[in-house]
């Protein structure tokens, strides 16, 4: 089956429509399904932890007698001008740009970081010194909360725990935090659609995955094809660890499964040839697998017509039958330790 990417994307727009799928199953206004943003704020409210307070936190200030730069120093400050310069203007650019200096004034001034953080902003980018100044001011209140908290938001739920973080996060850095953690909405979103899936009825593997490159349409927009090329594995396997879509793969007949895990490993960006490497890995565990069970079942009957030294040397005979002298220590292994490899089921795609 030829894969056509636009057909999914037509059924992903058309399933949304019809609202037969749980992808935007996030709160709703009378105006729809709420935006990332929105959502993030909804998160904010539910949290009962308290958030950091920037009253408390001691507000950056340049030592009292100005610090004379290394040649270490004066290396990084070109270095991070160089680096940030172009793209200063993001509030995601101007975290990355504190943690960086934060790492070096840490390992290179120990004693005296925090007070030097606000000379080396304010000669970086003069022009940004204040907003600069205020992130620094954010990302320290924002960091000794991870920390007071960090037993707490370890026992959490991640339900409970996203809506914390994103408390913290509004208290610290307000409307910015939608742009500093924007990547963290998207990716969000799109585990969201994946939650869904379990929670939808009766979509096939293709509807599943129409509702899935729909999430990711829908999170990243122009950038959508370039984020897939990047990740495209790890998109495969987090989309094929659902279960909703193992029970449609577990349903079809090998050829037809065959035929749709290629075309969801197309609809990821794979190229052609990655995607008939693939194709040979999974008539090889296939097999593995055929073979697997077929130990499983006579296995069985060993344990049921031997017992003690008899019913060890008869299942090392058949694990070596099975699997082979090398592959059999493994199984053995496994065995011993109560793994079972071939008594769960399969995940098609990924074993």
Same mark, same amino acid.
């Given at each position: ?17 019809? &609202? ?11 105006? =729809? %399904?709420?935006? %990332? ?12 932890? %308290? ?13 009292? $007698? ?24 993001? !509030?995601?650019?101007? +975290?990355?740009? +504190? ?6 004034? !840490?390992?290179?001034? %120990? ?5 030097? $953080? ?12 204040? $907003? ?50 924007? +990547?963290?909405? !998207?990716?969000?979103? +799109?585990?969201? /659609? @994946? ?6 009825? =009766? ?5 599943? @995955? ?10 990243? &927009? ?14 495969? &396997? ?12 577990? /349903? ?6 065959? /035929? ?8 990821? =960006? ?57 592959? $059999? ?8 330790? =109560? ?13």
């Amino acid at each position: 089956m030829a894969f056509d990417r636009n057909k999914f994307i037509i059924a992903a727009i058309a399933i949304t429509a019809l &609202g037969s799928t749980g992808w935007w199953l996030w709160p709703r206004s009378d105006q =729809g %399904p709420l935006s %990332p943003t929105e959502r993030a704020r909804v998160w904010a409210s539910q949290t009962t932890l %308290p958030v950091p307070s920037l009253v408390e936190q001691p507000r950056a200030a340049a030592p009292a $007698a100005r610090h004379s730069y290394t040649q270490a120093d004066q290396q990084l400050l070109a270095e991070l001008r160089q680096r940030f310069a172009p793209v200063l203007q993001y !509030k995601h650019a101007q +975290i990355k740009l +504190i943690e960086q200096l934060l790492s070096y004034l !840490k390992e290179k001034h %120990p004693d005296r970081w925090r007070a030097l $953080a606000a000379q080396f902003l304010a000669d970086l980018f003069p022009e940004l010194a204040e $907003a600069l100044l205020a992130k620094f001011d954010g990302l320290m209140a924002f960091n000794g909360w991870l920390e007071t908290h960090r037993d707490q938001l370890r026992s959490m739920s991640a339900e409970e725990r996203r809506s914390a973080l994103w408390a913290a996060r509004y208290a610290t850095f307000g409307e910015d935090a939608n742009e500093i953690w924007a +990547i963290d909405l !998207k990716n969000q979103q +799109i585990r969201d /659609a @994946l939650v869904s899936l379990n929670e939808s009825q =009766g979509l096939s593997v293709n509807e599943q @995955l129409a509702t899935y490159l729909g999430a990711i349409e829908a999170a990243y &927009g122009d950038q959508a094809q370039d984020f897939l090329q990047s990740r495209q594995t790890e998109l495969t &396997g987090h989309f094929l660890s659902v279960d909703a879509v193992q029970d449609q793969l577990h /349903a079809l007949s090998n050829e037809e499964r065959a /035929a749709a895990l290629s075309d969801i490993r197309s609809a990821m =960006g794979m190229s052609p040839e990655a995607v008939s490497r693939w194709s040979a890995l999974d008539q090889q565990r296939d097999e593995s697998w055929r073979q697997g069970q077929s130990y499983m079942q006579a296995r069985a009957q060993v344990m049921q017509q031997y017992e003690g030294e008899d019913q060890q040397r008869e299942l090392a005979r058949l694990r070596a039958s099975s699997f082979g002298q090398d592959n $059999a220590k493994t199984i053995k292994a496994e065995e011993d330790s =109560g793994f079972y490899r071939y008594a769960n089921r399969r995940r098609i795609g990924r074993e």
